[in-house]
């Protein structure tokens, strides 16, 4: 094993223009906002993006003008509503949407895992989601029971990002015993060409070996580990720190407003890395009162 | 005194409530999503949860539902809806390793019933949580997606739709079908080879309803007191079939509604997107 530690600029700085992004997390845990937002910086465009339910990285990929496509199962911000950014896009024709049902999406994922050019899907038949994706729905006929079923095409992403817990220098990504487990993080894993993953802390090899069940992504899938602390902020990673209700409703009304783009001048380009995003906000002082008490990790 | 003037005095919410309770079954399994903002979250959560905890409670103790990713989460305590560390400690049975496990035992018919609720529905049952408008251009108001709505309605036995009744959200044919119900441009189960049933009942703030009819189309099972056919066939914009003798809701009795206020829900955690409306 090698170190694999590299920082969120030159993980983002290998992924090009175009590209088809895995995006990780699920409502409001764990999006990788430390990606997200260096994908901001460094004026990324015509992204396409496949996501389980999204919500701060697709609305803030979509308000910086990345975004062209969007294949996933929700797009919106949970209890806080809907994601104005990206309705706004989709609405004006900017971006495409491809919507799959969770088995859907699952079953698309599993394929590319499994090194499966597609894998067969019943929920999808006689909905809108068939005729509205020809590219990667197909109706067939089961070979064994004649009856119609769908050749769902495999979730082929060029680039993955995942914000996980804990890991080591190789990219050992473990996680913690009490979690939340409402997401494909583990799934969009297993399926990925180039893998990059955002964790809160990097514990010493030992650690991660003493308990390799708890290895959810091993070092083999990994190109590239970065160390960022409260990186899904302002949303939550289960077992460290819940989300910033102020923070989340802040971008919200600028984003409600059409007001956006000048968020990010403001908010985003200006700061060199994670570091100044942190110290932005206050840091540790300011940023401790949203840490859960019941931490398995220091 | 004359059993016929002993009204309870009861929440249209806690009529909901009761009604969708004794829909469920001991030993079944129910899926409840998580729901979204304000009066969604009343309608997708708050609403089936309390009538799972008062099915359990009454005839159905071992009755489970999955909520999120969490198998039989105990209900004795329901955590207030906000932040993330509240669901992640939410005390439960199982919480497989991730979602695909779950999903897999809906498409595997392992699931008894569900509760769902969408801004459309229309005459045979279809839902659209996806999009307005018309199809190949973009639409004029982009809803959030699929979520599982689609494989419960493909797979589970029971789907229960939960939505309050506005001429907007009933009508006669979804912009965008997300879940499929009974039939849809001369396509139907049986010629897709779908292996649920389809929804079963539709339960709204003001009426009941069911498929009960030769080609699925939607019926209407009973209304709520003091609400006329009139008001409900206002408040739709198609008309459902109507038999000549439509029955009231039943009232919940004293003792279910104490149960759901100072056992269930003494908080108002779940109803927290409720008007508190009473009824007379």
Known sequence: MKSKLITAAEAVSRIPDGATLAVGGSLLRRQPMVFVRELVRQNRRDLALLTWATTLATDMLAAACAVRRWDGIYAGFFRLGLAPNFRRAVQDGTIETHDYSESAMVARFRARAMGLEFLPNRAMLGTGMETKSPDAVKRITCPYTGKPVLALRAADADFTILHGYAADEYGNVQWPIVRDSDDIDQMMASSSRRLFVSVECIVPHEEIARRPALTYIPHTLVEGIVHAPRGAHPTATDGFYDEDEDALEDWLEAARAGRSAEWLDANVRPLADHEAYLAKLGGEAALARFDVTEREYA | MDVAIKVTACTTEELMIAAIAAELKDGELGFVGLG?????????????IAAARLAQMTHAPAFSIYWGNLLTPSLDGIP????QDTYTRWQAAASPVDVGYKIDMVTAGRFDVSFESAPQVDRYGNLNITEIGEPDAPPKVRLVGCLAQTEHLAFIRRPIIVTDLSPRAFVERVDFVTSLGHARDGETRDTLGLPGPGPELCVTDKAIFDFATPDGAMRLRSVHP?????????????APVIDSEVPETPRPSAETVAIIRNDIDPHGVLMTGSARERMA
Do not use: C, D, K, N
């Open chain 2, 36 to 48: 979204t903002a304000a009066r969604a979250y009343t309608l997708a959560v708050g609403i089936p």
């Open chain 2, 80 to 83: 207030e809806a906000t932040l």
């Open chain 2, 226 to 238: 003091g609400v006329s056919v009139e008001e409900v066939l206002s408040l739709m914009s198609f």
